[in-house]
T-cell receptor
Framework: DAKTTQPNSMESNEEEPVHLPCNHSTISGTDYIHWYRQLPSQGPEYVIHGLTSNVNNRMASLAIAEDRKSSTLILHRATLRDAAVYYCSRTNTGNQFYFGTGTSLTVIP | NAGVTQTPKFQVLKTGQSMTLQCAQDMNHEYMSWYRQDPGMGLRLIHYSVGAGITDQGEVPNGYNVSRSTTEDFPLRLLSAAPSQTSVYFC???????????FGSGTQLSVL
């Protein structure tokens, strides 16, 4: 989805927090924000999702801007196993997912 | 504990050939969908289905057909393959309303 934009790549040191940004320039009021990640040679896997409020789960936290035009996926302590491509998505009420182009995260030991 | 199963994992076709990519899920999910993944383009929605007998188009439906005769299966058909359809294809399913997609491991398709 050309209207969901992410940086191509980011780097982080191991055991440091990582903030992965996503811009949702045309998100509507009822669209959810989802994040998935994809390890090499695997299908994407669910990380987290939310609508308006910030969300936490065992994998990550999701911060959603007040105007919902941007979101940030937060990995609190990056590990080598977190090296992956991270995709954000806006998801409409018809359950159609429109993904960004993904951010390739490199974790430096 | 199979989840979403895609076959085949790899396929090479000649231009103009037809084929069907298979997708099956054992989680009784109502929602199923197909995506293609191309370098620099992310995942793009091809077709989706909200239940047996119901299908609809996504972002990039041209050149692909789908049908949903059972809850478990959602095959993707390429009627006349073109080099532009060279891609990695992913099938996904979800329990409608959960917001969580479960993806298969993908089919890498090359059209020569």
């Amino acid at each position: 989805d050309a209207k969901t934009t992410q940086p191509n790549s980011m780097e982080s040191n191991e055991e440091e927090p990582v903030h992965l940004p996503c811009n949702h320039s045309t998100i509507s009021g009822t669209d959810y924000i989802h994040w998935y990640r994809q390890l090499p040679s695997q299908g994407p896997e669910y990380v987290i999702h939310g609508l308006t409020s910030n969300v936490n789960n065992r994998m990550a936290s999701l911060a959603i801007a007040e105007d919902r035009k941007s979101s940030t996926l937060i990995l609190h302590r990056a590990t080598l196993r977190d090296a992956a491509v991270y995709y954000c998505s806006r998801t409409n009420t018809g359950n159609q997912f429109y993904f960004g182009t993904g951010t390739s995260l490199t974790v430096i030991p | 504990n199979a989840g979403v199963t895609q076959t085949p994992k790899f396929q090479v076709l000649k231009t103009g050939q037809s084929m069907t990519l298979q997708c099956a899920q054992d989680m009784n999910h109502e929602y199923m969908s197909w995506y293609r993944q191309d370098p620099g383009m992310g995942l793009r929605l091809i077709h989706y289905s909200v239940g047996a007998g119901i299908t609809d188009q996504g972002e990039v439906p041209n050149g692909y057909n789908v049908s949903r005769s059972t809850t478990e299966d959602f095959p993707l058909r390429l009627l006349s393959a073109a080099p532009s359809q060279t891609s990695v294809y992913f099938c996904a399913s979800s329990d409608t309303g959960s917001g969580k997609l479960f993806f298969g491991s993908g089919t890498q398709l090359s059209v020569l």
